[in-house]
């Protein structure tokens, strides 16, 4: 698993809580934040702010990213996108993976290239068994498992 940290000033989170970032960002990037992916973030101010920082560094890089319940049947625009890089039966590996997580946060791809993002945010760490699962991930699904970082600039 590769580890990549970066900061973000605190007037985001700020804004992000307040609800006038999300949708500055989701009007900013209609290919990445779909209104669902805005509806999520609006009803839960307290999360998703690392996912979404995440998603449009990953998408200045030229990349396409999924975020927000890319696996469920009722998101199915994500889902055809997953289901060209994936079988139907490594789908459902992601869906119960060993140890039980949810999948990662972010699935990031371009051409034929594609990873897997965890996101954490600030004291947030990743766990023993999110560890272990991830490496898992990589293993049967041969892809990487990134995890990113968003710290406050002190």
Same mark, same amino acid.
């Given at each position: 698993?590769?580890? +990549?940290?970066?900061?973000?000033?605190?007037?985001f989170?700020?804004?992000?809580?307040s %609800?006038?970032?999300?949708?500055?960002?989701?009007?900013k990037?209609?290919?990445?934040?779909?209104?669902? #992916?805005?509806?999520? /973030?609006?009803?839960?101010? +307290?999360?998703?702010f %690392?996912?979404w920082f !995440? !998603?449009?560094?990953? !998408?200045k890089k030229?990349?396409?990213?999924?975020?927000?319940?890319?696996l469920y049947?009722?998101? /199915?625009?994500?889902? +055809?996108?997953? %289901?060209?890089f994936?079988?139907?039966?490594?789908?459902?590996?992601?869906?119960?993976?060993?140890?039980?997580h949810? /999948?990662p946060?972010?699935?990031?791809?371009?051409g034929? +290239?594609?990873?897997?993002?965890?996101?954490?945010?600030d004291? #947030?760490?990743?766990?023993?068994?999110?560890?272990?699962?991830?490496r898992?991930?990589?293993?049967?699904?041969?892809c990487?498992?990134?995890?990113?970082?968003?710290? /406050?600039?002190?």
């Amino acid at each position: 698993m590769e580890i +990549k940290t970066f900061t973000y000033s605190s007037i985001f989170l700020k804004r992000w809580r307040s %609800g006038s970032l999300p949708k500055e960002w989701q009007r900013k990037h209609p290919d990445i934040f779909d209104k669902d #992916d805005l509806r999520i /973030a609006l009803s839960q101010p +307290k999360y998703h702010f %690392g996912e979404w920082f !995440a !998603a449009i560094h990953y !998408a200045k890089k030229g990349y396409r990213v999924l975020v927000e319940k890319y696996l469920y049947q009722n998101h /199915a625009r994500k889902l +055809k996108i997953i %289901g060209r890089f994936f079988t139907p039966h490594k789908i459902e590996i992601l869906r119960h993976p060993k140890p039980r997580h949810q /999948a990662p946060d972010l699935f990031v791809y371009k051409g034929k +290239k594609f990873f897997f993002v965890e996101v954490k945010r600030d004291n #947030d760490r990743l766990s023993k068994s999110q560890e272990n699962c991830f490496r898992n991930i990589e293993k049967r699904l041969k892809c990487k498992v990134q995890i990113f970082y968003v710290r /406050a600039k002190k």
